[in-house]
């Protein structure tokens, strides 16, 4: 049997493309699985309740959007406490020539900076902590392949979003001094990114983030280098450039589609950031003498 090993120099120097081969929903409990290992590349991700992962030179004790991603040919073993069941998501995955117009592994590793120091680390293993990223495309990959009507470039699709997610995760988690901390802030961004247009409280993102809002704070500050406040408003004032360059959204509604209600206040910070009044922000704009954002 071939073993498809995700650090294979095959797959960057050819036209290959990830193909899942085997996948499933199983809740465990009271289980003791002996040490084996697969021809393929596994993803373990847990979705509630706690197990342990050994491999032959380790252990790891993953809980809830935990996940590991094994080598082909990594002997493992999973083992579940009786009256502590843990439900999971696995997923298996070899490499196939490149059959439609989506990206190949080459083009990953070409193009993307973060999956090409993963491919390059050639770890056997690795575990993270996942933010809410990765699961949501897990599962919809798993809908997808249970489709009758399988979209065969949305499957590609969503195989390269959850590679390149992982691949940015493990580089995170490299770089940073405190991951548990850091995926803190990466919630937290996400959550103003979606939500900017919005009355948006800290108090109320780190309740709902379930931590402190001193904690909140002072890991946003020590990984953003600014606070919260700072980065909503420095994030609005970029979306409402954007609207005055690339819209014809009048100015007195772009604050509310910011989320400053005080049409006021908003050309006074805008003004503060950018030196120039929305107005003559857009008038530059229009005449090419501003870059659109």
């Known amino acids: 049997m071939i073993k498809y090993s995700l650090y294979d120099n095959k797959w960057i120097t050819g036209e290959y493309q990830p193909k899942v081969v085997a996948y499933y929903f199983r809740e ?10 697969h021809d393929q590349v596994e993803i373990m991700y847990v979705i509630k309740g706690k197990c342990t992962v050994d491999t032959k030179d380790n252990s790891f004790s993953l809980t809830k959007g935990d996940l590991i991603l ?8 999973l083992i579940v406490e009786k009256d ?3 439900r999971m998501l696995n997923i298996e995955f070899k490499f196939d020539k490149k059959n439609n117009p989506c990206l190949s592994i080459r083009d990953l590793y070409q193009s993307v900076d973060s999956f090409q120091q993963f491919i390059q680390a050639t770890r056997p293993y690795i575990v993270l902590k996942d933010p809410e990223e990765i699961y949501p495309s897990l599962k919809s990959l ?5 489709d009758k009507q399988q979209d065969h470039i949305m499957i590609q699709l969503l195989l390269a979003q959850i590679l390149i997610a992982i ?8 770089e940073n001094q405190s991951p548990v901390g850091s995926i803190y802030v990466k919630k937290a961004i996400n959550y103003l990114h979606e939500y900017y247009d919005q009355d948006i409280k800290i108090s109320q993102l780190a309740e709902l983030l379930n931590i402190h809002e001193g904690y909140l704070y002072r890991v946003f500050k020590e990984y953003m ?3 919260p406040n700072e980065y909503l408003t420095r994030l609005r004032i970029e979306k409402a450039k954007m609207l005055l360059t690339r819209t014809d ?6 604050s509310d589609y910011v989320g400053i209600n005080s049409r006021q206040y908003f050309t006074y910070l805008f003004k503060k950031y950018t030196n ?7 008038s530059l704009a229009h005449k090419g003498q501003i870059q659109k954002k």
């Not at 094994?70 to 073993?77: N, Q, V």
Request: with cysteine.
């Open 28 to 37: 465990w409990e009271n289980y003791h699985m002996e040490f084996h290992c």
């Open 167 to 174: 691949s940015r995760l493990e580089q995170e988690k490299l």
């Open 142 to 146: 798993v809908l997808e392949l249970d």
């Open 276 to 282: 120039i009044t929305p107005s003559k922000y857009r």
């Open 70 to 77: 094994l080598d082909a040919g990594i002997a493992h073993r």
């Open 225 to 227: 280098h600014v606070t």
């Open 84 to 86: 502590a069941p843990c």
């Open 249 to 254: 959204i009048p100015i007195v509604e772009i």
